[in-house]
């Protein structure tokens, strides 16, 4: 079955850097819309980047954009998701999505790893 | 800006019929989707394309659609359906963006 498993939270400090992972199986991965979401405590989901099927389309939230840079490797069935300059406002679970066939939904998601962003 | 907005909480009854709406101006142009989170885990899609239902999801759990705004209905809620509900559609005006209405928790009373 689709398994989705997120790495590389933690803590780190204001304007530092931080790289998430998310090792995809079960699926074709070179072959979907994949995505990250956040969620920050006690607060709703938010979308935070998307890429195509072939990471030649990135697309970011105004929240994040010129700051953090989604990637994927097709070869290693894995979805990346670089952050630069984080400031407490990213502290949050970041979650692994799979783009559904339409491209529109997200019909998997990972556990989530989390971030903290504090001096 | 793309928006969609929903009620911050809705509460029925077991056995009732739970309706949670998501409004917003570019619903009737953008397929809707739902999603349901229990606190600690993560969302799980219900209803995608407005009114279809993955498999594995239950027949109680359907969706709609009218205008502006978009309807998850759950007949007969069990306790079980208690969670937070997110639904969710893509801006595609210009580049890309996929937005999330703020949430509504369900609470089986």
């Known amino acids: 079955q689709v398994q989705l498993a997120e790495s590389g939270g933690g803590v780190v400090q204001p304007g530092r850097s931080l790289r998430l992972s998310c090792a995809a199986s079960?699926?074709?991965?070179?072959?979907?819309?994949m995505h990250w979401v956040r969620q920050a405590p006690g607060k709703g989901l938010e979308w935070v980047a998307g890429?195509?099927?072939?990471?030649?389309?990135?697309y970011y939230a105004d929240s994040v954009k010129g700051r953090f840079t989604i990637s994927r490797d097709n070869s290693k069935n894995t979805l990346y998701l670089q952050m630069n300059s984080l400031s407490a406002e990213d502290t949050a679970v970041y979650y692994c999505a799979k783009g559904d066939y339409s491209n529109y939904g997200m019909d998997a998601w990972g556990q989530g790893t989390t971030v903290t962003v504090s001096s | 800006s793309y928006e969609l907005t929903q009620p911050p909480s809705v509460s029925v009854f077991p056995g009732q019929t739970a309706r949670i709406t998501c409004s917003g101006d570019a619903l009737p142009k953008q397929y809707a989707y739902w999603y349901y989170q229990k606190p600690g885990q993560a969302p799980v899609l219900v209803i995608y394309k407005d009114s279809a239902r993955p498999s594995g999801i239950p027949e109680r759990f359907s969706g709609s659609t009218s205008g502006t705004t978009v309807t998850l209905t759950i007949s007969g809620v069990q306790a079980e359906d208690e969670a937070d509900y997110y639904c969710?559609?893509?801006?595609?005006?210009?580049?890309?963006?996929?937005?999330f209405g703020g949430g509504t928790k369900l609470t089986v009373l």
């Open positions: 079960g699926f074709s991965f070179s072959t979907n819309v």
């Open positions: 969710q559609a893509t801006d595609s005006s210009g580049t890309y963006r996929w937005v």
């Open positions: 890429t195509s099927y072939d990471g030649s389309n990135e």
